[in-house]
């Protein structure tokens, strides 16, 4: 069998190879490299795949993106956020690097996304914003968070690094894509994301064309007309030859995310029930893209089954290790709402095992025979 991988971004590029040189060749040509037309292009693709009357700004990276959406939000150093304990480091990062406080809340043990009962407790007085994080593939529980983030006047910024192309579905039976219900939705093209690009990249997603514009000219030096500059921005681009990559891409998102769904139903009917692993859960909310597949191992086993498929030449990852009030950067700086037990709990049990568009039934039927004769 060939080498197991976490991810196959070779395999995916393959299949599509002859498209992807074409466009970047026509980058190359026409020297283009930032700001040539097929960033335009990739743009209003995007704003299509994402839906009606939504406005993308493409952007350097999916950690500029939600930095860039809390500064367009015009938020105050003391101001607090509130944010999942248990998520990439960068949910966090940029509340801080602002000046703002990130309020830690804690995840629900199922979902892995954010408790809705402890986000409520989290509120104070200085709370103007939440930040959900729709982990793993899978949308937050978005229609209380919305509700609450209505009654008490505070803004919703998704972040839908790891989600693009997931849907949540509300109780009246509208359904919406993950990153087009808060006030403002955040994605990352990082190469190993479903929808990722060579190199670095990010969008911002929000449907109030006033704060598109802003959120716009942030991104580019606080400018809308050249040397201008309006209000205090960054530089953060997209550059052409990622865009293009994208462009290309982007056409095959739902099925890159069909594939990985249908893969890991296959993972969850064979090892469901086994000793010491739980499956993942699907909550009927939402459709899952499967970012990552991660299993719960309980009984402290979790070390003991990432060495035991290590040495059958299985990778797997540990997303993530520490809570972030556990991290040496947060213990300051943040304040935690309550124990956050279930997000130091997840970061002892979960292991995400091989997951991506390529899978083949041979890989899976390894893994899985390898995990059942782990616990056996
Ligand atoms: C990847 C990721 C980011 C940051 O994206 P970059 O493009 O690497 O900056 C932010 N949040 C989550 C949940 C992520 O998975």
Redesign the pocket.
């Known amino acids: 069998m060939n080498e197991i991988k976490m991810v196959d971004l070779k395999g995916q590029y393959l299949k599509i190879k002859e498209e992807v040189d074409r466009e970047i060749q026509e980058v190359i040509n026409t020297t283009a490299f930032i700001n040539g037309k097929v960033v335009k292009e990739f743009q209003s693709n995007l704003e299509q795949y994402m839906g009606e009357g939504v406005h993308a700004t493409t952007c350097g990276?999916?950690?500029?993106?939600?930095q860039i959406a809390l500064m367009a939000l015009g938020l105050e150093p003391g101001d607090e956020v509130i944010v999942p304990a248990f998520?990439?480091v960068?949910?966090a990062e940029v509340i801080a690097l602002l000046g703002l406080t990130p309020v830690m809340v804690d995840v629900d043990e199922n979902t892995f996304n954010i408790s809705i009962d402890e986000m409520k407790k989290a509120l104070s007085e200085k709370t103007r914003a939440i930040i959900p994080?729709?982990?793993f593939g899978q949308s937050a529980d978005m229609e209380p968070i919305l509700k609450f983030a209505k009654e008490h006047n505070l803004y919703v910024v998704e972040?839908n690094?790891?989600a693009i192309g997931a849907y949540y579905t509300f109780s009246d039976g509208r359904r919406m894509k993950t990153g087009t219900m808060g006030t403002i939705g955040?994605t990352?093209?990082?190469p190993s994301?479903n929808l990722g690009c060579f190199g670095?990249?990010?969008a911002i997603f929000c449907r109030d064309e006033k704060l598109a514009e802003r959120i716009h000219m942030i991104a580019n030096h606080g400018q809308k007309v050249k040397y201008h500059h309006t209000v205090i921005g960054c530089n953060s681009r997209l550059d052409s030859i990622q865009a293009a990559v994208l462009k290309v891409k982007l056409k095959h998102l739902d099925e890159y995310c069909k594939a990985r769904y249908e893969a890991a139903q296959y993972y969850t009917t064979e090892l469901k029930g086994l000793e010491s692993i739980v499956t993942p859960y699907e909550a009927g909310y939402s459709t899952h893209v499967y970012?990552q597949y991660t299993l719960k191992v309980n009984n402290g086993r979790r070390d003991e089954l990432k060495e035991y498929l290590a040495t059958k030449g299985i990778p797997s990852m540990i997303y993530y290790p520490l809570a972030l009030q556990e991290q040496e950067a947060f213990k300051e700086i943040t304040k935690s709402c309550g124990r956050l037990e279930s997000s130091k709990e997840c970061a002892r049990s979960v292991l995400s095992i091989p997951m991506h568009t390529e899978l083949t039934k041979e890989t899976m039927d390894y893994v899985i025979e390898s995990i059942r004769n782990w616990t056996k």
């Open positions: 990276n999916g950690t500029d993106a939600l998520t990439y960068a949910s994080v729709h982990l972040d690094a790891q955040c990352s093209f990082f994301k670095d990249g990010g970012h």
